[in-house]
């Protein structure tokens, strides 16, 4: 190693010690807390203490920030409190300043890179957790958006990933309900991918061929000549942030059809091709003056085995035929191992609140209540009786697949929306195979340059 590269490790690591010591601060701190209300009985003000993590985590941005963002909408990974606070994170992060953006743009497209672009605004239109958007023009006149990420994000991203570790292991030790052990794995495989933009930018590709024929959805265009592994130039797309939307239209149709846009974004893309956006927050999409949507944000999207989708197909049709042997062949084939019937029936009560709008054949709003309450009940109810059998740990690939959910069903009950939701599911289950799946998906991955799921 040279001493110019001794000298880039080094700074490397000592950014990641500091980064140690900041996260060890506020997440240690805060876990101890925990600790000490659990087993020496202190007492804990559980909603100051959350508002606390949210402050602190909000602060350092990066990738933890982003874990507690998709934590927040998996049933029970985290106490209530803490997933409400978690939940307000989402894209509030403040932007920073001109002159760090000018120093990366450099540094991504050299010295000059002002030439490159006919306007490039100073100011951010957009700031989340692992970087922030600015508004630009192309040399030829396009509107586009340049997404930059922070800096020390890789040196960052180790750093949290043992923070959060230790958290789950905290919060295993007093309630073994759920084992996280394979959300943590999950967790980490995506937040490191979400560091390279390169292959968001091939994810956004492979959303644009996916989505080709739906008119109702549109995706941007990467730039490829204006990108990096750290800089994601793509086309902007003029829409307003959903809840803008509702203030202003009344129309449930308009709101209907709205609904019916973000389901097909996300779920077209799944039964055809077992591939989900796994990241439905509010500012990864904007709704247009007519109807359609803009989806954005590829960081996140999770590609799963034909098995996969076809177990999550299964287990519909054994609620749907009131087959329990089908229902066990569905959870087995997502890695469940030895389920006694006490347990099975545990898991079908959130499976059943998830499926439940798509088993009855008539226009209906996503739940039975216009709030998260009822769900949370349900959660409860099931985090009750995985506690009383042992506990269980879920496959990994229920971290997106439940976020997607979740996220698109809190979308829904915004809207108010009240459509046929069997009907819209066996419109994209129907005549479906695991085989021809497997050679479509294979060809839409290829073309693009992405690798199937092992």
């Known amino acids: 190693m040279s001493d110019t590269d001794f000298g880039k490790e080094g700074s490397r690591l000592s950014r990641r010690v500091r980064r140690y010591a900041r996260v060890g601060t506020s997440v240690g701190g805060l876990a101890a807390q925990v600790v000490g209300a659990r087993v020496l009985g202190l007492t804990?003000?559980?909603g100051r203490h959350s508002a606390d993590l949210r402050a602190a985590l909000g602060g350092l941005k990066g990738p933890l920030m982003k874990a507690a963002q998709i934590l927040a909408t998996i049933p029970d990974a985290l106490p209530d409190e803490y997933a409400e606070e978690l939940r307000q994170l989402q894209s509030n992060a403040p932007a920073m300043g001109w002159q760090f953006v000018r120093r990366r743009m450099r540094g991504e497209l050299g010295a000059g890179w002002e030439a490159r672009f006919r306007d490039f605004t100073p100011e951010a239109a957009a700031a989340a957790s692992l970087g922030q958007v600015h508004r630009a023009t192309g040399l030829d006149g396009r509107d586009l958006a340049c997404k930059l990420q922070y800096p020390d994000m890789l040196s960052a991203v180790e750093a949290d990933?043992?923070?959060?570790?230790?958290a789950f292991s905290v919060y295993h030790r007093y309630d073994q309900a759920i084992d996280p052990s394979e959300i943590y794995t999950e967790l980490a495989e995506r937040l490191r991918e979400e560091l390279d933009y390169d292959r968001e930018a091939r994810h956004m590709r492979l959303y644009g061929k996916i989505l080709a024929k739906e008119t109702g959805v549109h995706v941007p265009e990467p730039v490829a000549e204006l990108s990096t592994t750290r800089l994601l130039t793509m086309t902007w797309l003029d829409g307003v942030p959903l809840m803008d939307f509702i203030a202003r239209i009344a129309d449930v149709e308009q709101r209907n059809m709205v609904a019916t846009n973000m389901f097909r974004a996300w779920y077209v893309p799944f039964y055809e091709y077992g591939v989900i956006h796994g990241d439905p927050h509010l500012g990864n999409y904007t709704v247009r003056e007519d109807g359609t949507i803009?989806?954005?944000?590829?960081?996140?999207v999770r590609?799963?085995?034909?098995?996969?989708?076809?177990?999550?197909?299964d287990l519909y049709h054994a609620f749907e035929r009131d087959d329990p042997a089908l229902a066990v062949a569905a959870?087995?084939?997502?890695?469940?191992?030895?389920?006694?019937k006490d347990m099975l029936e545990a898991l079908n009560i959130w499976a059943r609140f998830l499926y439940a709008p798509l088993l009855e054949d008539r226009q209906q709003p996503i739940t039975?209540?216009?709030?998260?309450?009822?769900?949370a009940k349900v959660a409860g109810q099931v985090h009750g009786a995985l506690r009383r059998l042992g506990g269980v740990r879920p496959p990994r690939e229920f971290v997106l697949m439940d976020r997607a959910a979740i996220g698109l069903g809190s979308v829904f009950m915004h809207l108010k929306a009240e459509i046929n939701w069997h009907r819209m599911f066996h419109e994209l289950i129907e005549g479906f195979d695991a085989a021809t799946m497997a050679k479509r998906q294979s060809k839409a991955l290829a073309a693009v340059q992405l690798s199937p799921p092992a």
């Open 44 to 46: 804990l003000d559980r």
């Open 161 to 166: 990933l043992r923070q959060l570790r230790l």
């Open 294 to 300: 803009n989806l954005l944000d590829y960081g996140c």
């Open 303 to 313: 590609v799963f085995s034909p098995t996969f989708v076809k177990g999550v197909i």
């Open 331 to 340: 959870y087995e084939s997502w890695g469940f191992k030895d389920l006694r």
């Open 368 to 375: 039975g209540s216009d709030s998260g309450i009822y769900g």
